[in-house]
Protein backbone atom coordinates (compact mmCIF):
# COMPACT_ATOMS: atom_id res chain seq x y z
CA UNK A 1 0.00 0.00 0.00
CA UNK A 2 2.82 2.55 1.08
CA UNK A 3 4.40 1.94 -2.67
CA UNK A 4 0.81 3.10 -4.21
CA UNK A 5 1.68 6.99 -3.75
CA UNK A 6 5.16 6.61 -4.53
CA UNK A 7 4.20 4.53 -8.10
CA UNK A 8 1.99 7.67 -8.95
CA UNK A 9 3.95 10.07 -8.27
CA UNK A 10 6.18 8.72 -11.13
CA UNK A 11 4.27 7.96 -13.42
CA UNK A 12 3.54 11.74 -13.34
CA UNK A 13 6.67 13.11 -13.45
CA UNK A 14 7.24 10.64 -16.20
CA UNK A 15 4.04 11.70 -17.98
CA UNK A 16 5.44 15.53 -17.83
CA UNK A 17 8.56 14.69 -19.07
CA UNK A 18 7.25 12.80 -21.94
CA UNK A 19 4.97 15.87 -23.13
CA UNK A 20 7.77 18.17 -22.55
CA UNK A 21 9.63 16.07 -24.83
CA UNK A 22 6.69 15.81 -27.08
CA UNK A 23 6.89 19.56 -26.91
CA UNK A 24 10.61 19.92 -28.33
CA UNK A 25 9.46 17.83 -30.95
CA UNK A 26 6.89 20.15 -32.06
CA UNK A 27 9.27 22.99 -31.70
CA UNK A 28 12.04 21.00 -33.93
CA UNK A 29 9.55 19.64 -36.52
CA UNK A 30 7.99 23.58 -36.44
CA UNK A 31 11.86 25.21 -37.13
CA UNK A 32 12.25 22.39 -39.90
CA UNK A 33 9.65 23.60 -41.94
CA UNK A 34 9.99 27.39 -41.32
CA UNK A 35 13.84 26.89 -42.43
CA UNK A 36 12.62 24.69 -45.52
CA UNK A 37 10.22 26.82 -46.40
CA UNK A 38 11.36 30.65 -45.08
CA UNK A 39 15.04 30.18 -45.34
CA UNK A 40 15.69 28.23 -48.39
CA UNK A 41 17.22 31.11 -50.21
CA UNK A 42 19.14 32.06 -47.60
CA UNK A 43 20.86 28.59 -47.34
CA UNK A 44 22.82 29.59 -50.11
CA UNK A 45 24.88 32.14 -48.41
CA UNK A 46 25.47 29.52 -45.56
CA UNK A 47 26.52 26.58 -47.46
CA UNK A 48 28.22 26.02 -50.57
CA UNK A 49 26.02 23.59 -51.58
CA UNK A 50 22.37 22.22 -50.81
CA UNK A 51 21.73 21.68 -46.98
CA UNK A 52 19.79 18.66 -45.45
CA UNK A 53 19.67 20.76 -42.27
CA UNK A 54 15.72 21.27 -42.78
CA UNK A 55 15.00 17.49 -43.55
CA UNK A 56 17.13 16.20 -40.41
CA UNK A 57 15.11 19.03 -38.32
CA UNK A 58 11.87 18.03 -39.42
CA UNK A 59 12.80 14.14 -39.82
CA UNK A 60 14.02 14.40 -35.82
CA UNK A 61 10.95 16.35 -34.72
CA UNK A 62 8.32 14.40 -36.56
CA UNK A 63 10.23 10.79 -34.63
CA UNK A 64 10.07 12.65 -31.14
CA UNK A 65 6.58 13.69 -31.76
CA UNK A 66 5.54 9.89 -32.20
CA UNK A 67 8.48 8.57 -29.48
CA UNK A 68 6.60 11.80 -27.23
CA UNK A 69 3.30 10.28 -27.76
CA UNK A 70 4.17 6.64 -27.61
CA UNK A 71 5.86 7.57 -24.23
CA UNK A 72 3.03 9.08 -22.68
CA UNK A 73 0.85 5.77 -23.91
CA UNK A 74 3.44 3.28 -22.06
CA UNK A 75 3.00 5.20 -19.17
CA UNK A 76 0.01 4.85 -18.56
CA UNK A 77 -0.78 1.35 -19.76
CA UNK A 78 2.84 0.49 -17.20
CA UNK A 79 3.54 -2.04 -20.01
CA UNK A 80 7.37 -3.10 -18.84
CA UNK A 81 8.92 -3.80 -22.91
CA UNK A 82 7.20 -0.17 -23.58
CA UNK A 83 9.06 1.56 -20.64
CA UNK A 84 11.97 -0.21 -22.02
CA UNK A 85 12.01 0.99 -25.95
CA UNK A 86 10.93 4.17 -24.32
CA UNK A 87 13.83 4.49 -22.49
CA UNK A 88 16.07 3.04 -24.94
CA UNK A 89 14.88 5.74 -27.40
CA UNK A 90 15.54 8.75 -24.66
CA UNK A 91 18.82 6.90 -24.62
CA UNK A 92 19.69 7.66 -28.17
CA UNK A 93 18.84 11.32 -28.07
CA UNK A 94 20.29 12.62 -25.59
CA UNK A 95 24.01 10.49 -27.38
CA UNK A 96 22.74 12.39 -30.75
CA UNK A 97 22.55 15.53 -29.06
CA UNK A 98 26.15 15.22 -27.00
CA UNK A 99 27.97 13.98 -29.83
CA UNK A 100 26.17 17.15 -32.31
CA UNK A 101 26.80 19.76 -29.35
CA UNK A 102 30.55 18.58 -29.36
CA UNK A 103 30.90 18.45 -33.04
CA UNK A 104 29.24 21.88 -33.65
CA UNK A 105 32.09 23.54 -30.69
CA UNK A 106 34.86 21.74 -32.53
CA UNK A 107 34.01 22.90 -35.73
CA UNK A 108 32.85 26.54 -35.33
CA UNK A 109 35.78 27.85 -36.83
CA UNK A 110 35.71 26.01 -40.13
CA UNK A 111 31.58 26.69 -40.01
CA UNK A 112 32.39 30.78 -39.85
CA UNK A 113 35.04 30.19 -42.54
CA UNK A 114 32.60 28.70 -44.60
CA UNK A 115 29.73 31.10 -44.55
CA UNK A 116 32.45 34.16 -45.14
CA UNK A 117 33.85 32.47 -48.15
CA UNK A 118 30.62 31.61 -49.54
CA UNK A 119 29.10 35.02 -48.86
CA UNK A 120 32.56 37.00 -50.11
CA UNK A 121 31.89 34.59 -53.07
CA UNK A 122 28.26 35.74 -53.69
CA UNK A 123 29.30 39.47 -53.49
CA UNK A 124 32.14 38.81 -56.35
CA UNK A 125 29.69 37.08 -58.67
CA UNK A 126 26.82 39.14 -57.88
CA UNK A 127 24.23 39.50 -61.15
CA UNK A 128 21.02 40.91 -59.51
CA UNK A 129 19.67 38.21 -61.30
CA UNK A 130 20.47 34.39 -59.94
CA UNK A 131 19.19 33.08 -56.59
CA UNK A 132 21.95 34.08 -54.71
CA UNK A 133 22.52 37.32 -55.91
CA UNK A 134 18.67 37.52 -54.58
CA UNK A 135 19.69 35.91 -50.89
CA UNK A 136 22.46 38.71 -50.71
CA UNK A 137 19.66 41.37 -51.66
CA UNK A 138 17.63 40.17 -49.26
CA UNK A 139 19.78 39.66 -46.55
CA UNK A 140 21.23 43.34 -47.21
CA UNK A 141 17.47 44.76 -46.97
CA UNK A 142 16.92 42.79 -43.77
CA UNK A 143 19.65 43.27 -41.65
CA UNK A 144 20.88 47.03 -43.22
CA UNK A 145 24.31 45.78 -44.51
CA UNK A 146 26.36 46.45 -47.34
CA UNK A 147 29.04 44.28 -48.68
CA UNK A 148 30.60 41.44 -46.88
CA UNK A 149 32.75 43.84 -44.55
CA UNK A 150 31.58 47.31 -45.61
CA UNK A 151 30.01 48.97 -49.11
CA UNK A 152 33.30 49.10 -50.51
CA UNK A 153 33.62 45.12 -50.89
CA UNK A 154 30.90 45.70 -53.77
CA UNK A 155 33.93 48.14 -55.30
CA UNK A 156 35.84 44.85 -56.58
CA UNK A 157 33.20 42.71 -58.05
CA UNK A 158 31.59 42.05 -61.08
CA UNK A 159 28.78 44.22 -60.87
CA UNK A 160 30.16 47.31 -60.01
CA UNK A 161 31.49 48.35 -63.12
CA UNK A 162 27.94 47.64 -64.89
CA UNK A 163 25.33 48.28 -62.38
CA UNK A 164 27.37 50.07 -58.94
CA UNK A 165 26.66 49.26 -55.55
CA UNK A 166 23.07 47.42 -55.65
CA UNK A 167 20.17 49.00 -54.61
CA UNK A 168 19.61 46.97 -51.36
CA UNK A 169 22.24 48.57 -49.65
CA UNK A 170 20.28 51.92 -49.75
CA UNK A 171 19.28 53.69 -47.09
CA UNK A 172 16.12 55.44 -49.28
CA UNK A 173 15.35 53.85 -51.87
CA UNK A 174 13.73 57.34 -53.03
CA UNK A 175 17.09 59.27 -52.27
CA UNK A 176 19.30 56.24 -54.42
CA UNK A 177 19.52 56.72 -58.32
CA UNK A 178 21.78 54.62 -60.29
CA UNK A 179 24.21 57.08 -61.05
CA UNK A 180 24.93 57.58 -57.19
CA UNK A 181 25.67 53.90 -56.96
CA UNK A 182 27.76 54.60 -59.86
CA UNK A 183 29.84 56.58 -58.06
CA UNK A 184 32.24 55.08 -55.04
CA UNK A 185 31.81 59.11 -53.57
CA UNK A 186 28.17 59.23 -53.78
CA UNK A 187 27.31 55.95 -53.20
CA UNK A 188 29.26 56.14 -49.82
CA UNK A 189 26.31 59.03 -48.51
CA UNK A 190 23.26 57.02 -49.78
CA UNK A 191 23.88 53.58 -48.34
CA UNK A 192 24.41 51.31 -44.89
CA UNK A 193 27.68 51.35 -43.35
CA UNK A 194 28.74 47.99 -42.00
CA UNK A 195 31.50 47.65 -38.96
CA UNK A 196 30.52 44.38 -37.36
CA UNK A 197 30.46 41.77 -39.71
CA UNK A 198 29.54 38.48 -38.79
CA UNK A 199 28.39 36.10 -35.29
CA UNK A 200 28.55 33.00 -35.01
CA UNK A 201 26.69 30.72 -32.97
CA UNK A 202 27.11 27.12 -32.15
CA UNK A 203 26.19 25.21 -35.52
CA UNK A 204 27.28 21.90 -36.26
CA UNK A 205 29.15 20.56 -39.62
CA UNK A 206 26.92 19.73 -42.79
CA UNK A 207 29.38 16.75 -42.83
CA UNK A 208 28.28 15.62 -39.31
CA UNK A 209 24.88 14.98 -40.85
CA UNK A 210 23.44 16.24 -37.65
CA UNK A 211 20.75 18.73 -36.59
CA UNK A 212 22.45 22.94 -36.43
CA UNK A 213 21.88 23.66 -32.86
CA UNK A 214 21.99 27.93 -34.20
CA UNK A 215 21.77 29.38 -37.39
CA UNK A 216 24.22 31.41 -38.39
CA UNK A 217 23.72 34.56 -38.22
CA UNK A 218 24.47 38.11 -39.48
CA UNK A 219 24.62 41.48 -37.34
CA UNK A 220 24.95 44.70 -38.82
CA UNK A 221 25.63 48.35 -37.16
CA UNK A 222 25.04 51.48 -38.48
CA UNK A 223 27.38 54.26 -38.50
CA UNK A 224 25.49 57.95 -39.32
CA UNK A 225 27.59 60.80 -40.36
Not at 28 to 51: A, D, E, N, R, T
Not at 139 to 148: D, E, S, T
Request: hydrophobic residues 45%.
Amino acid sequence: METKPLIYCLKTLLLLYSFIFWVTGVVLLSVGLWWKFMLGPYMLLISSGPSNGPYVLTGTGAAIVLFGLFGCFATCRGRPWMLKLYAAFLSLVFMTELIAGISGFVFRHEIKGTFLTTYSDAVMKYDGRDDRSLAVDGVQRRLHCCGVYNYTSWFSSVYFPVGGVPASCCVSYSDCSGADLKNATLAARKVYKQVRSFLTTAALPRRSAAVPIDLLTARCHILTD
